[in-house]
């Protein structure tokens, strides 16, 4: 395979790689959140407990269970997320590298590795075991 298409399909493997991150950090959000809107139960006992009951019901009115954005839970963020993009995403990667490379992956950093590695060094080897 020529170099051009082992750095091209390298980058579009980098660029998965970020949009992986991307996802991960999607799952944080949805996660933090979510522990956030909890905690919001905990600060409202505590507010009604010290004679906070305005603060306490705004707290429940505007915040506990709200939107992230119009329509949406976190949860809603990531499906449309995972079902959209990042699930195109994959398939055009994937798609690529059927066609290009016989489905291998990584091939730019296997190329790397073997450039950079000291032949006959234990720790080196090209292989496992």
């Given at each position: 395979m020529d170099d051009v298409t082992v750095e091209a399909l390298g980058k579009l493997s980098e660029a998965l790689e970020t949009v992986e991150r991307?996802?991960?950090?999607?799952?944080?959000?949805?996660?933090l959140t979510g522990t956030a809107d909890f905690m919001l139960d905990e600060a409202v006992s505590l507010f009604r407990k010290g004679g906070h009951t305005a603060i306490a019901e705004?707290?429940?009115?505007?915040?506990i269970g709200r939107n992230v954005i119009p329509g949406r839970w976190t949860f809603q963020i990531v499906e449309e997320y995972d079902d959209g993009y990042y699930s195109e995403f994959r398939q055009v990667e994937r798609d690529a590298r059927d066609e290009?490379?016989?489905?291998?992956?990584?091939?730019?950093e296997a190329e790397l590795k073997e450039r950079r590695r000291t032949h006959g060094r234990r720790g080196h080897e090209s292989l496992p075991g």
């Open positions: 991307v996802r991960g950090h999607l799952y944080s959000l949805h996660q705004r707290i429940e009115r505007e915040l290009l490379a016989g489905g291998r992956r990584h091939l730019y």
